[in-house]
């Protein structure tokens, strides 16, 4: 059973950066996507990122440029660096793989 774990997310002003991370514990299979889903009050969830089994990274449009996914395939864990952030990026922030979701981390970007 796989399990993810968030952390990294806080309180930070405009322009500033944070970066989450996520562990998966457990057997990770390489045939799922793996990525960051984040959710606003009163809002979907959305995709932030993900990475392909062929090792692809997609991003929303939003966050192009400003957001790096990584991935440490020894530590089972990936990473979402979050830069230039913006109010608009304030959110609960969701690993997932597959059928599993991490907890999530908030995010709140505020002056």
């Known amino acids: 059973q796989v399990q993810l774990v968030e952390s990294g997310g806080g309180l930070v002003q405009p322009g500033e950066s944070l970066r989450l991370s996520c562990v998966a514990s457990?057997?990770?299979?390489?045939?799922?996507?793996m990525g960051w889903y984040r959710q606003a009050p009163g809002k979907q969830r959305d995709l932030v990122a993900q990475i392909t089994p062929g090792d692809k990274i997609n991003y929303h449009d939003s966050v192009k440029g400003r957001f790096t996914l990584s991935r440490d395939n020894a530590k089972k864990t990936i990473y979402l660096q979050m830069n230039n952030l913006k109010p608009e990026d304030t959110a609960w922030y969701y690993c997932?793989?597959?059928?599993?979701w991490g907890q999530g981390t908030q995010v709140t970007v505020s002056s």
């Open positions: 457990g057997s990770i299979s390489s045939f799922y996507f």
């Open positions: 997932n793989q597959g059928p599993v």
